[in-house]
């Protein structure tokens, strides 16, 4: 059987002899990434803490603009750095140990875009439920006591 | 593998199966889709827990005030450390894995028995760990009391440290006053032989009162969580009228049921989201020593292939991939 391996790794910019050197290759990486997370959410930095943007005022474009910006309206810049690192590293992970650089584009999309699509939805159903439910016990007007 | 595989006769032919236009094997494919049903399960949990803290936004408990504990290092303040290193036993047992998956594509038995033998060691250094902090984790450290509502009221006192005032826990056990009390656990050896009871906690609401009252330094904090990001400090006054009026349950450590860290909610998700990763890799392990001793035997050698190796690889590296994300979001976010 051929196998034939891929051997770049961040489009073309780091290339490998063979095959173990690039797995080394993305350990070292994969290693940086979480050495970089680990640091990061043991000091805090001060300017991560506060979100970037503060969120649109007014109409219709204002609601639109919050939604296009949420990640930086509404999101810690620190998690949203950690949950881009994390999805660095899932990509690693799939894409060199799963070897799924080398399979067929056609699989490739079938796993990838079929996960992605989903988790993407029930995220967002829960996550607007949870926000939902947290209006309702703490708004001005709530009329459910729980916290006593 | 074709002795095993019913043969129509036709499978040179489009329409007889003869094309495979994703070149991958069968078994591997439906590696891949297990893969993507078993990711959708992860992330209904995790999406869940996601929901449970954005119901309990302003009171979720602060992982890097839970998981501060690291195996030998007693009595130290350590966030993450121990997770991290958790994380890179992973990681490197993935590495492994995907060198033994190499060395098949090279047919080279001895070096794949190594790297599937360091793959097994990694996820039992992995298992082990994670029992190590299910174990701390529900014997818990500084204790709390529960109000009416369910809330979580804990113990400390502002200290002095390089200049700056901060807070610092401390344990029940080191204020509570006991007191004789006429409340003894019930067993089946002194009361009704057929009922039981669970073991009491270990100081009632009312010593702790008595301990409180007698230590002008200790306030209580809550579990909301204020501008700056930390927990609400109670004044004095307040810290005593809180245990006094709400105090209902002495908790230690965390269960289903109480969770000394905050909301219950937390320890449910951990237990579970943490538990069923873990019983993934237990899983996985069983299943690389099951292929570990095949490769042994010689039996892929003579398959002429190492196609199994890697099929128990995705599967590893999944396990991987899934505690990169159980990390993040409950370690790290």
Known sequence: MAHEHKLEIFRGLWKFKSNTQKIWGVLAFLTLVTAVEVILGIYKPEGLMEPWMTPFEGGFFATLMNIIFSAFIYMKPLNLIFIILTIVKAYYITWDFMHMRDETKALRRMVVWTGVFLICYLIFILLQEGGYVFEVYNAEDAIIKRDF | ?333
Do not use: C
């Not at chain 2, 993507?36 to 602060?62: C, H, M, N, Q």
């Not at chain 2, 097994?120 to 029992?131: N, R």
């Not at chain 2, 009361?191 to 702790?208: D, H, K």
């Open chain 2, 1 to 333: 593998m074709d002795s095993t595989v019913a043969n129509a006769g036709t499978e040179e032919k489009t329409w007889g199966g003869g094309n495979q236009p994703l070149k991958a094997s069968y078994g591997k494919m439906m590696m891949w889709f297990f893969i993507v049903s078993d990711a959708l399960t992860f992330s209904g949990f995790l999406a869940a827990y996601g929901f449970s803290r954005f119901k309990f936004i302003k009171e979720w408990p602060i992982a890097d005030e839970v998981f501060t504990h690291v195996p030998f290092l007693h009595g130290q303040e350590l966030p993450m450390i121990y997770v991290a290193f958790m994380t890179f036993i992973l990681i490197m047992s993935s590495v492994t894995m995907v060198l033994a998956v190499d060395a098949g594509h090279h047919m080279n038995k001895a070096k794949v028995t190594l790297y599937m033998f360091l793959t097994i060691i990694g996820g039992a250094i992995f298992v082990g760990s994670q029992a190590w902090e299910w174990a701390t984790f529900i014997q818990g450290d500084y204790g709390a009391v529960q109000t009416k509502g369910g809330n979580i009221l804990q113990f400390g006192e502002y200290v002095n440290v390089d200049g700056e005032e901060k807070f610092k826990r401390i344990s029940i056990d080191e204020f509570a006053v006991p007191i004789a009390d006429v409340r003894v656990e019930h067993e089946r050896k002194n009361g009704l032989w057929f009922r039981e009871e669970a073991s009491l906690p270990p100081y009632t609401v009312n010593e702790i009162y008595t301990g409180l009252a007698a230590n002008d330094n200790i306030l209580v904090r809550t579990q909301i969580i204020n501008e700056e990001g930390e927990k609400t400090v109670l004044s004095r006054e307040e810290s005593l009228r809180q245990i006094k009026d709400n105090g209902k349950l002495v908790v230690k450590g965390a269960n289903l049921h109480v969770n000394e860290y905050g909301t219950a909610l937390f320890a449910d998700f951990f237990f579970f989201i943490t538990g069923f990763h873990g019983f993934h890799v237990f899983s996985g392990v069983v299943i690389n020593i099951i292929i570990f001793f095949n490769v042994i035997l010689g039996t892929y050698e003579r398959r002429g292939s190492y196609e199994m190796v890697e099929k128990v690889g995705l599967y590893w590296h999944f396990v991987d991939l899934v505690w990169v994300f159980v990390f993040t979001f409950f370690y790290l976010v």
